[in-house]
């Protein structure tokens, strides 16, 4: 099988599909269920269509598009990622393994291949959390990770539950029934740019995820008593912001003091009220986020945060309370489909890395129902989630390549 990816198609796909955007080039902003990713995504049917794919769509948008194998009752091996975009994101996060995974079918049909199990491109819905506080969305829903009604009680920044959201965006129907049923795929390959520098760093062409990282995500709001800032002494303050420093700085010090590579720790949200330069602030609310590969040691870190809370609590006499709102087990890849990866590389000759995701993807719930594996490209600097992300052209090609060959392996 003469396989070729047609890269300068593949790259002028990703630049059409940067267009779809609320923010100003070299940004990218695209919310989930906006009218700009709705125009994306029909943009994004309409090449599948073109490649002869059988398209359709679940209740919370999940998007399938199948190249029907010869053996149609047979599981489905599943390639794809996802579209939307945070604000002030660059162009290449989750597109590459949409666009490359579609451009790989392509090359598939154009070396003649015929698949025995059916091909699917999956574009999934909601995998950045930006507009309902959880990520993987559509990913949680296919798996079971996340239940129908537990998903139907979010709610957007404006109020919006997701019920109304979704309909209003023309994805009807009920979402209890968007969980795959047990067997649907036989493998699922996710490819993405790494979004974090190792790669580059060690001059390696590609990488083979074998774990991801377990993530959690919580609110903890600190109440406090706001007053004027010339107006109440030092003494009798009860600094909502100020508690809320000690609380970062102790999360930041029980990451650390894991000794592990793979804890990590982040404060992204510190929303303060009233959030006037005169005023003391009376209330914060604070988005944290702690990932590591080991479940136990990103426990521990949860809680250390809770009890300095507690001590915080009775030192600066403010109350805190936090909110769970996940708390997700690391994913072990596949053995199988990582050593089908690991065969694609060696065929053409590619060196890679084995690697973990600290970064956590839509192929972490899909892990949940079937065998799963991810293959990284390198990414300029590490960047990722900013305009200046980039991953260059030849990378982006040698990955679907690579993805090609792992697709027509698998469903042989």
Known sequence: MNLKIDQERLISEIEALSKFSDAEAPAVTRIVFTPTDLKARDWMKSLCRDAGLAIRKDAIGNTFARWI??????????????????????????????????????????????????????????????RFGVGCLGSRLLSGTLSADAAAKLIDKDGQPVEEVRRKAGFSGDLREVKLPAGY????????????????????????????????SLYVTVEGSGGHAGGVLMRDRRDALCAAAELILALEHAARSTGAIDTVATVGICDVFPG????????????????DTSLARRDRVIA?????????????????????????APAESGPEIVATLRQACEKHGLRFLPMTSRAYHDSLFMSRIAPMAM???????????????????????????????TLAMLSE
């Open 185 to 216: 795929y036989k493998a699922f390959v996710e490819l993405h740019i790494e979004q974090g520098p190792v790669l580059e760093r060690e001059r390696q062409p590609l990488g083979i995820v074998e774990q991801i990282a377990a993530p959690a």
């Open 276 to 291: 006037a330069i005169n005023s003391i602030p009376a209330r914060v609310r604070l988005g944290i986020d702690v990932r």
């Open 69 to 130: 194998g010869s053996d149609p009752l047979a599981p489905a091996v599943g390639t794809g990622s996802h579209i939307d975009a945070i604000p002030n994101a660059g162009k290449f996060d989750g597109v590459v393994g949409v666009l490359g995974g579609l451009e790989a079918i392509r090359a598939l049909q154009r070396a003649g291949f015929r698949p025995r199990h059916s091909i699917e491109l999956l574009v999934f819905t909601a995998e950045e959390p930006t």
């Open 304 to 328: 250390d945060l809770e009890d300095a809370c507690r001590k915080t609590t009775a030192q600066r006499q403010v109350s805190i309370r936090s909110e769970l709102l996940n708390a997700d």
């Open 375 to 405: 293959l990284f490209i390198p990414c300029r600097n590490g960047y990722s989630h900013r305009p200046d992300e980039y991953a260059s052209p030849e990378d982006i090609a040698r990955g679907t390549l690579v993805l090609a060959e």
